[in-house]
């Protein structure tokens, strides 16, 4: 069975400071890992995604099977990144997306 | 820039009354997916339809539950009757095809509170 955990209800953080949100997963097979983001009033959407090797509005997110870890990751923090953040896994013969519980990330000033 | 339509936005019903919600996925994407959303959680797959056929429904309570995709566009999920437990958000998505990377668009979502 698939599973994602993800640890933090809520992270905040200053503004500029570093930011991390931890994600575990449990697959029996080659995972494929997502981060989905929901600004305040918008639609969920990707932020991104494991096989692209990408960085996108600063966040970068490293696959670690070792230790079944997706953490997503921010240097610098900036206010318009405070937003809730569901890590998800993609598996099975239809690639169904399985999402976690989510983690709530308040940037202040 | 194509979105994924839902209706209606929010529903109010009684317990043991009948309720559906309607998704007009991305002109052209193959696979839909219902999600539920309960309060402080993450959205959980209903059923996940690729054209017209269902391909996973292992989550999807079968005996109030009912969804349909009859020409492989839109969808209707139909709850049967409601429980006051089904209170939750119910979000529909889609991608060009099962195989898209996990990448899913999703609707606004259908926030339905059963009284």
């Known amino acids: 069975a698939q599973r994602v955990t993800q640890p933090e209800k809520l992270l905040s953080v200053f503004k500029g400071a570093p930011v991390e949100l931890k994600c575990n997963y449990s697959y029996s097979g080659s995972p494929e890992l997502f981060w989905y983001v929901q600004y305040s009033r918008q639609r969920l959407q990707l932020l991104l995604r494991h096989i692209s090797r990408e960085s996108i509005k600063g966040f970068t997110a490293d696959l670690n099977k070792g230790e079944t870890s997706f953490h997503l990751k921010k240097p610098f923090a900036q206010e318009e990144d405070s937003a809730m953040y569901y890590c998800a896994l993609s598996g099975g013969s239809w690639g169904k997306l399985q999402f976690g519980a989510g983690t709530q990330v308040v940037v202040t000033p | 820039e194509a979105e994924v339509a839902q209706s209606p936005r929010y529903k109010i019903t009684e317990k043991s009354q009948a309720v559906a919600f309607w998704c007009d996925p991305i002109s052209g994407h193959a696979t839909l997916y219902w999600y539920r959303q309960i309060l402080g959680q993450g959205p959980e797959l209903l059923v996940q339809?690729?054209?017209?056929?269902?391909?996973?429904d292992s989550q999807l309570p079968k005996d109030r539950f009912s969804a349909e995709r009859l020409k492989g566009v839109d969808s209707t999920l139909k709850i049967q009757p409601a429980e006051l437990g089904d209170s939750a958000m119910y979000l529909c998505a889609s991608s060009r095809d099962y195989l898209a990377s996990g990448e899913l668009f999703f609707g606004e979502g259908s926030r339905l509170t059963v009284l």
């Open positions: 339809f690729q054209d017209e056929s269902v391909v996973d």
